[in-house]
């Protein structure tokens, strides 16, 4: 497993939430983001929605699940009509997803306890116990962070030394048919 696939992965995961739903692309193949949730809160002075309850984001053949997912915009320009969502919203800044994250496409599987996306260092933090798989190869760590424009990956471990049970583990399978 390559950083450029890693970077992409979590790229194409949050790259949902960075655009209009009608552009969004969580799939390769594009078409409709289809978002489910138990509650849908929207807090219109502090320019948050927040999804939450079996958060199912899908895709094509990519899906996003979360026990919640916050997304925090900036203040727009003020708009000029009262009542609901009346503010106006600006670009995105964060991305949050938390509790039993998980990302799957037909090869990938990423999952972790929380991911946050922030959009001025172009970054996605997941951390938690994290685990990254692709055809059997196996990344597992206390937090991955990647740097979405550099294609830039780095896994953490919760402590460090020889004899710590919590460093950064990996398992790559030769191609079947080869050994």
Known sequence: MNNNLITGLFAA???????????????SSGGPVDISADE??????KNIAIYSGHVDVLQGDSRLQADRIEVQFAKGEASRTDGALSASWGDIQTITALGNVFYTTPGEVARGDKAVYQVVT??????????????GNVIRSNKLTIH???????????TKGR????RVRSVFFPPKGKS
């Open 148 to 158: 979405i424009k550099t294609g830039e990956a780095s896994f953490e471990a919760k």
């Open 163 to 166: 004899r710590s049970t919590n």
């Open 40 to 45: 849908l809160e929207v807090i219109d002075a």
């Open 122 to 135: 172009d970054t996605i933090a997941l951390t938690g116990d994290v685990v990254v798989t692709q055809d």
């Open 13 to 27: 995961l949050f790259f949902l939430l960075l655009t209009d739903v009608a552009s969004a692309q969580l799939s």
